[in-house]
């Protein structure tokens, strides 16, 4: 994902009980209602213009990354993980962020491209636009918007498993500005599915994944339920979230954070998803 500013609120852990009671979702992440949206006119744009900024070569973290100058005949298996609220306002194209659309990034197709992706954990399909770059974390192929990770029924696990077909764009090529970028008022926004929002408890971002698993393990070895290990930016760097979710209800929430400061844990984030 491009970089972006994290804007987590901490909690004492009397407010955060409070605060949980009043709004917390499922234990798991649940079905997403109805069908899943799969019809490519959900998404539709122009040819991804060559010559912006967003698909030049560039440089991320000392590596070296060139976009794809087609998207024609795209399909790849790999992990996708998926990036929330924390992320800021903008994509890498510069078109607003929208956690609930149905959006995506990735390291190396043209933007923006339409994709279908699938959860080879669920069979469940959809198609989102690919608007962003990312993500940049060792073997995850995606990073999807929570929006879209909740359609396919991956947002509790964090990551899963996903078959990633790019569609063909639609006829019309972008608008041209005088200094030869597409305008940002012509660039195609995500589709847009309302979704109930979740309650997560965050303990910690670790700049190495082994500290962040051995964060994750002994949660775990505690009979805590739920740890998610979530890659992504903060300040440009990436890091590896731990966090506990979603939360059912304020007596499951409260619960857990009385666990947590029986384990020595005070500093801890509400995060809303």
Same mark, same amino acid.
């Given at each position: 994902?491009? #970089?972006?500013?994290?804007?987590?609120?901490? /909690?004492? =852990?009397?407010?955060?009980?409070?605060?949980? #009671?009043?709004?917390? @979702?499922?234990?798991?992440?649940?079905?997403?209602?109805?069908?899943?949206?799969?019809?490519?006119?959900?998404?539709?744009?122009?040819?991804?213009?060559?010559? @912006?900024?967003?698909?030049?070569?560039?440089?991320?973290?000392?590596?070296?990354?060139?976009?794809? !100058?087609?998207? !024609? $005949?795209? !399909?790849?298996? +790999?992990?996708?993980?998926?990036?929330?609220?924390?992320?800021?306002?903008?994509?890498?194209?510069?078109?607003?962020?929208?956690?609930?659309?149905?959006?995506?990034?990735?390291?190396?197709?043209?933007?923006?491209?339409? =994709?279908?992706?699938? &959860?080879?954990?669920?069979?469940?399909? *959809?198609?989102?636009?690919?608007?962003?770059? $990312?993500?940049?974390?060792?073997?995850?192929?995606?990073?999807?918007?929570?929006?879209?990770?909740?359609?396919?029924?991956?947002?509790?696990?964090?990551?899963?498993?996903?078959?990633?077909?790019?569609?063909?764009?639609? @006829?019309?090529?972008?608008?041209?500005?005088?200094? +030869?970028?597409?305008?940002?008022?012509?660039?195609?926004?995500?589709?847009?599915?309302?979704?109930?929002?979740?309650?997560?408890?965050?303990?910690?971002?670790?700049?190495?994944? &082994? &500290?962040?698993?051995?964060?994750?393990?002994?949660?775990?070895? @505690? +009979?805590?339920?739920?740890?998610?290990?979530?890659?992504?930016?903060?300040?440009?760097?990436?890091?590896? %979230? #731990?966090?506990?979710?979603?939360?059912?209800?304020? *007596?499951?929430? #409260? %619960?857990?954070?009385?666990?947590?400061?029986?384990?020595?844990?005070?500093?801890? /984030?509400?995060?809303?998803?």
């Amino acid at each position: 994902m491009a #970089v972006r500013r994290v804007r987590h609120i901490l /909690y004492t =852990a009397a407010g955060m009980g409070m605060a949980l #009671v009043g709004g917390c @979702a499922g234990v798991s992440t649940p079905p997403a209602t109805g069908a899943s949206p799969s019809s490519s006119a959900a998404c539709a744009t122009p040819a991804p213009d060559l010559r @912006a900024a967003y698909n030049r070569p560039y440089q991320i973290h000392g590596r070296h990354y060139a976009p794809l !100058t087609s998207s !024609t $005949g795209y !399909t790849v298996r +790999g992990l996708a993980s998926w990036y929330g609220w924390e992320s800021g306002s903008t994509t890498a194209m510069g078109t607003p962020f929208r956690p609930r659309a149905f959006s995506a990034a990735s390291r190396d197709l043209p933007l923006p491209t339409c =994709a279908r992706v699938t &959860n080879l954990s669920n069979g469940r399909s *959809i198609v989102v636009l690919v608007n962003d770059r $990312g993500p940049f974390v060792d073997g995850r192929a995606l990073d999807l918007s929570y929006g879209a990770a909740h359609a396919l029924g991956m947002a509790g696990q964090g990551t899963a498993p996903v078959q990633i077909v790019a569609l063909a764009p639609a @006829a019309t090529p972008p608008a041209i500005t005088a200094g +030869g970028t597409s305008t940002v008022a012509s660039l195609p926004m995500a589709p847009e599915i309302p979704v109930p929002s979740q309650s997560f408890l965050q303990t910690g971002a670790f700049s190495q994944v &082994n &500290n962040a698993t051995r964060e994750r393990d002994r949660l775990l070895k @505690a +009979g805590i339920h739920g740890v998610l290990i979530v890659p992504g930016l903060v300040k440009g760097q990436p890091y590896y %979230k #731990v966090q506990i979710g979603p939360l059912p209800d304020g *007596i499951t929430a #409260v %619960k857990v954070i009385t666990e947590l400061k029986q384990m020595g844990f005070h500093d801890f /984030y509400s995060v809303e998803q």
